[in-house]
């Protein structure tokens, strides 16, 4: 029986403003079984808070405490190795708005920048490059929020951070001194201390091989991919990161949840949900 679970939001909880199939009845399964819950997800541009009032909307209870999102590792990476900085900041006023509620300082002039953040901008524009290259290119330290270059939108995916990200490491000489978000160690840390067990007694279940299996696998957790995001199951079989199940939706969350080890690798996992191969 796994203590802890973390799910991803966008791809595997919501999509949109819609809950995903199973995902209510899941979630309000494994609080009833007393596993503790944190929603994990690489959006820089929302506070937990907003998080509550989405996943309410969806019908999914939660609080703040149990959110963790890309801003939330960025700033915890950012005020150990960046404190007393002045932030040249590329991003959406959602993630300037946290950065300095946390007591990060955004330079006002942006010249002044003692190291950058790099985020999605659905703005972002030739002249946002060209100033980035102007504010990072003399070596000025920058860092990346989250590595995803699309993130699943209401009806289609759209580019994400990493698009962005890669667009500024294309013009410039040094690469991001870190990536924030899942899979890093930062994101990892933030999640295990929300669910307070150890990553043994914990499961992650996402939509993405390379950011949501990656965290788990990292860590020594439990992965289960679910199909209803950015991922098919062909994918499974060239990434470097197998799951150790993989799910239809969260329909069949509960099942894995409550399986002991299993030594079969053919052994169904629920209905619609299989054990990777």
Known sequence: MRRGVVLDVDGTVVRGRDALPGAPEAVNQLRAAGVDVCFCSNNPTKAPSAYVDRLAAAGIDADAG?????????????????????????????????????????????????????????????????????????????????????????????????????????????????????????????VLDALGHAPEDCLVVGDRLDTDIALGADAGMTTALVLTGVTDRDEVTDSPYAPDYVLESLDDLPDVVGADAVTDPGRDAGAGGERSR
């Open 66 to 190: 149990e959110v963790v999102t890309a801003a939330d590792s960025t700033v915890a990476y950012l005020r150990e190795h960046h404190s007393d900085d002045a932030l040249y900041v590329l991003g959406e006023r959602g993630l300037i708005e946290q950065l300095e509620a946390a007591g990060l300082a955004v330079a006002s002039d942006r010249t002044d920048a003692d190291a950058g953040v790099v985020s999605i901008d659905r703005s972002f524009d030739y002249d946002d490059l060209a100033q980035a290259l102007a504010v990072l290119d003399d070596g000025t330290p920058y860092v990346g929020t989250d590595p995803d270059r699309v993130i699943p939108g209401p009806d289609s995916f759209v580019p994400g951070s990493g698009a962005v990200l890669n667009a500024v490491c294309g013009v410039l000489d040094h690469d991001p001194e870190a990536v924030l978000g899942k899979p890093s160690a930062t994101a990892c840390d933030l």
